[in-house]
Protein backbone atom coordinates (compact mmCIF):
# COMPACT_ATOMS: atom_id res chain seq x y z
CA UNK A 1 0.00 0.00 0.00
CA UNK A 2 1.47 3.30 -0.88
CA UNK A 3 1.16 6.99 0.88
CA UNK A 4 0.04 9.94 -0.86
CA UNK A 5 3.76 11.18 -0.67
CA UNK A 6 4.88 8.24 -2.87
CA UNK A 7 2.24 8.37 -5.07
CA UNK A 8 3.39 10.36 -8.40
CA UNK A 9 1.26 12.64 -10.04
CA UNK A 10 -0.64 11.69 -13.37
CA UNK A 11 2.20 12.49 -16.01
CA UNK A 12 1.52 15.72 -18.07
CA UNK A 13 4.19 17.76 -19.60
CA UNK A 14 6.25 20.28 -18.33
CA UNK A 15 4.76 23.55 -17.81
CA UNK A 16 8.06 25.22 -18.28
CA UNK A 17 9.59 27.83 -15.38
CA UNK A 18 7.46 30.80 -16.12
CA UNK A 19 3.87 28.64 -16.79
CA UNK A 20 4.45 26.28 -13.99
CA UNK A 21 5.40 29.48 -11.42
CA UNK A 22 2.64 31.08 -12.60
CA UNK A 23 0.41 28.29 -12.11
CA UNK A 24 1.75 27.55 -8.90
CA UNK A 25 1.51 31.41 -7.51
CA UNK A 26 -2.67 31.40 -9.08
CA UNK A 27 -2.96 28.25 -6.65
CA UNK A 28 -1.31 29.69 -3.67
CA UNK A 29 -2.86 33.15 -3.56
CA UNK A 30 -6.30 31.65 -4.30
CA UNK A 31 -5.97 29.51 -1.54
CA UNK A 32 -4.46 32.44 0.62
CA UNK A 33 -7.40 34.67 -0.82
CA UNK A 34 -10.11 32.00 0.05
CA UNK A 35 -9.60 31.43 3.81
CA UNK A 36 -8.70 35.34 4.63
CA UNK A 37 -12.14 36.10 3.19
CA UNK A 38 -13.59 33.11 5.84
CA UNK A 39 -11.74 35.40 8.25
CA UNK A 40 -13.21 38.70 6.43
CA UNK A 41 -9.75 39.94 5.35
CA UNK A 42 -8.90 40.97 2.28
CA UNK A 43 -5.47 39.21 0.68
CA UNK A 44 -3.40 42.76 1.41
CA UNK A 45 -4.89 42.35 5.09
CA UNK A 46 -3.67 38.90 5.45
CA UNK A 47 -0.36 39.78 3.69
CA UNK A 48 -0.45 42.54 6.69
CA UNK A 49 -0.67 40.43 10.14
CA UNK A 50 1.67 37.89 8.92
CA UNK A 51 4.15 40.93 8.39
CA UNK A 52 3.37 42.05 11.36
CA UNK A 53 3.56 39.29 13.18
CA UNK A 54 7.44 38.65 13.92
CA UNK A 55 8.31 42.60 12.95
CA UNK A 56 7.07 46.09 13.97
CA UNK A 57 8.08 48.16 10.66
CA UNK A 58 7.37 51.75 10.09
CA UNK A 59 4.31 53.12 7.48
CA UNK A 60 7.20 53.38 4.97
CA UNK A 61 8.81 49.92 5.78
CA UNK A 62 5.45 48.67 5.30
CA UNK A 63 4.82 50.10 2.09
CA UNK A 64 8.30 48.33 0.58
CA UNK A 65 6.88 45.24 1.94
CA UNK A 66 3.68 45.44 0.97
CA UNK A 67 4.75 46.84 -2.37
CA UNK A 68 2.35 49.84 -1.90
CA UNK A 69 2.23 53.81 -2.22
CA UNK A 70 2.15 55.54 0.91
CA UNK A 71 -1.63 56.68 0.88
CA UNK A 72 -2.52 52.68 0.06
CA UNK A 73 -0.64 51.88 3.58
CA UNK A 74 -2.17 54.55 5.32
CA UNK A 75 -5.82 53.49 4.35
CA UNK A 76 -4.84 49.70 4.85
CA UNK A 77 -2.97 50.54 8.56
CA UNK A 78 -6.44 52.16 9.43
CA UNK A 79 -9.00 49.54 8.42
CA UNK A 80 -6.89 47.23 10.09
CA UNK A 81 -6.62 49.77 13.37
CA UNK A 82 -10.18 50.40 13.38
CA UNK A 83 -10.60 46.36 13.40
CA UNK A 84 -7.99 46.92 16.51
CA UNK A 85 -5.44 44.49 15.08
CA UNK A 86 -3.19 46.92 14.82
CA UNK A 87 -1.92 49.56 16.56
CA UNK A 88 0.60 52.69 15.20
CA UNK A 89 2.72 54.78 18.01
CA UNK A 90 5.38 57.53 17.10
CA UNK A 91 9.25 55.82 16.25
CA UNK A 92 11.35 56.46 18.38
CA UNK A 93 13.79 57.16 15.99
CA UNK A 94 12.19 59.60 13.83
CA UNK A 95 9.12 61.57 15.30
CA UNK A 96 8.14 62.27 11.87
CA UNK A 97 7.51 58.56 10.91
CA UNK A 98 4.86 55.78 12.87
CA UNK A 99 5.61 52.31 13.79
CA UNK A 100 2.80 50.05 13.43
CA UNK A 101 2.40 46.59 15.44
CA UNK A 102 0.26 43.47 15.86
CA UNK A 103 -2.58 43.88 18.64
CA UNK A 104 -2.94 40.41 20.96
CA UNK A 105 -6.10 39.96 18.35
CA UNK A 106 -4.42 40.44 15.33
CA UNK A 107 -1.81 37.92 16.23
CA UNK A 108 -4.24 35.50 17.29
CA UNK A 109 -6.00 35.85 13.59
CA UNK A 110 -2.91 35.80 12.15
CA UNK A 111 -1.98 32.31 13.75
CA UNK A 112 -5.54 30.97 12.80
CA UNK A 113 -5.00 32.32 9.18
CA UNK A 114 -1.16 30.74 9.11
CA UNK A 115 -2.43 27.71 10.20
CA UNK A 116 -5.18 27.39 7.73
CA UNK A 117 -3.44 28.23 4.95
CA UNK A 118 -0.52 25.52 5.97
CA UNK A 119 -2.63 23.00 6.30
CA UNK A 120 -3.74 23.75 2.51
CA UNK A 121 -0.89 24.03 0.94
CA UNK A 122 0.89 21.05 2.56
CA UNK A 123 -1.96 18.83 1.41
CA UNK A 124 -1.28 20.17 -2.24
CA UNK A 125 2.63 19.48 -1.67
CA UNK A 126 1.66 16.06 -0.19
CA UNK A 127 2.00 14.43 -3.45
CA UNK A 128 5.46 15.01 -3.74
CA UNK A 129 8.03 12.93 -1.89
CA UNK A 130 9.56 14.56 0.86
CA UNK A 131 13.31 15.05 -0.46
CA UNK A 132 11.32 17.13 -3.73
CA UNK A 133 9.26 19.24 -0.85
CA UNK A 134 12.35 20.61 0.60
CA UNK A 135 13.86 20.56 -2.10
CA UNK A 136 11.24 23.09 -3.37
CA UNK A 137 11.65 24.67 -0.06
CA UNK A 138 15.15 25.75 -0.28
CA UNK A 139 14.89 26.80 -4.33
CA UNK A 140 11.70 29.15 -3.42
CA UNK A 141 13.60 30.27 -0.25
CA UNK A 142 16.18 31.31 -2.68
CA UNK A 143 14.03 33.13 -5.19
CA UNK A 144 12.23 34.67 -2.35
CA UNK A 145 15.58 35.90 -0.46
CA UNK A 146 17.27 37.45 -4.02
CA UNK A 147 13.68 39.40 -4.63
CA UNK A 148 13.96 40.59 -1.25
CA UNK A 149 17.55 42.00 -1.37
CA UNK A 150 17.10 43.63 -4.99
CA UNK A 151 14.46 45.44 -3.49
CA UNK A 152 16.37 46.16 0.19
CA UNK A 153 13.72 44.35 2.30
CA UNK A 154 15.59 42.11 4.93
CA UNK A 155 12.89 38.75 5.82
CA UNK A 156 14.51 37.94 8.99
CA UNK A 157 13.67 41.39 11.03
CA UNK A 158 11.79 43.71 8.71
CA UNK A 159 14.63 46.18 9.03
CA UNK A 160 15.23 47.57 5.71
Same mark, same amino acid.
Given at each position: ??????????????????????????????????? $???????????? @? @??? @??? +?????????????????????? /??????????????????????????????? #?? $??? /????????????????? #??? +??????????? /?? $???? $??? /????????
Amino acid at each position: MTSPRDAQPPATEDLGLVDALAQLSFLVQNALAEI $AGEYDLSLTQTR @L @LGI @LRD +REPTMNQLGRHLGLDKSSVTGL /VDRAQRRGLVTRTPSAVDRRSFQVSITDAGR #EL $ATR /VAARFAERIEACAAPLP #EPD +RARLSRLATRI /VT $ADAQ $AHG /VDLSTGRD
